[in-house]
């Protein structure tokens, strides 16, 4: 069974950093287009980066330079490192595979809560 | 990567049929058959309903359909029911990124 398990999220100050995990299981990271999207309180879903399976990653403008996406296949887990965080980079943080490329992701984790707040 | 532009909410009776908007640009739905949507109930993850504009995944009804007509996609409901009382979204491929839809919350009346 496909299942993707977020942690890492939490309280954190602007100009703070934080590292979000997601494991992953029933399929091999390093296979898929893996994918973090994220959800401000009471607002729609906004894309923030992709690694593909060669490595290649991709980043949305709001958070380019500052976060940065990788994996560990032997642990078969996802991360997203955040640094100098904002206020508006408060969200829910989903994982998401993306099986093909095609920017539709078909598997999806239970999100992780990200408050950037002093 | 400005987001596709969807209708805020639409609503329909039970049983009618529903179209959700999903308007792009050439750079994104028009130059791609790469879109997808997405329902999601309160407090939950998304769940993928419709990929590549009108392919179902497995589990997913029927009464779920999509297309596309250059830079505009649409979703339709048909045989509208009350669980279907969510927030859609549509998202498309474009050039090595992924843009999402404003969404939409339809209201089962």
């Known amino acids: 069974e496909v299942q993707l398990v977020e942690s890492g999220g939490g309280l954190v100050q602007p100009g703070g950093s934080l590292r979000l995990s997601c494991a992953a299981s029933?399929?091999?990271?390093?296979?898929?287009?893996m994918n973090w999207v994220r959800q401000a309180p009471g607002k729609g879903l906004e894309w923030v980066s992709v690694?593909?399976?060669?490595?290649?990653?991709y980043y949305a403008d709001s958070v380019k330079g500052r976060f940065t996406i990788s994996r560990d296949n032997s642990k078969n887990t996802l991360y997203l490192q955040m640094n100098s965080l904002r206020a508006e980079d408060t969200a829910v943080y989903y994982c998401?595979?993306?099986?093909?490329?095609?920017?539709?992701?078909?598997?999806w984790g239970q999100g992780t809560l990200v408050t950037v707040s002093s | 990567q400005s987001a596709l532009t969807q209708p805020a909410s639409v609503s329909g009776s039970p049983g009618q049929s529903i179209t959700i908007s999903c308007t792009g640009t050439?750079?994104?739905?028009?130059?791609?058959?790469?879109v997808s949507w997405y329902q999601q109930h309160p407090g939950k993850a998304p769940k993928l309903m419709i990929y590549?504009?009108?392919n179902r995944p497995s589990g997913v009804s029927n009464r779920f359909s999509g297309s596309k007509s250059g830079n505009t996609a649409s979703l339709t409901i048909s045989g509208l029911q009350a669980e279907d009382e969510a927030d859609y979204y549509c998202?498309?491929?474009?050039?090595?990124?992924?843009?999402f839809g404003t969404g939409t919350k339809v209201t089962v009346l």
């Open positions: 029933g399929f091999t990271v390093n296979s898929n287009y």
């Open positions: 050439s750079s994104d739905v028009g130059s791609y058959n790469y």
């Open positions: 590549e504009v009108s």
């Open positions: 690694i593909y399976s060669g490595s290649s990653t």
């Open positions: 998401a595979r993306d099986p093909f490329g095609a920017s539709s992701f078909d598997y």
């Open positions: 998202s498309s491929y474009t050039s090595s990124t992924t843009v």
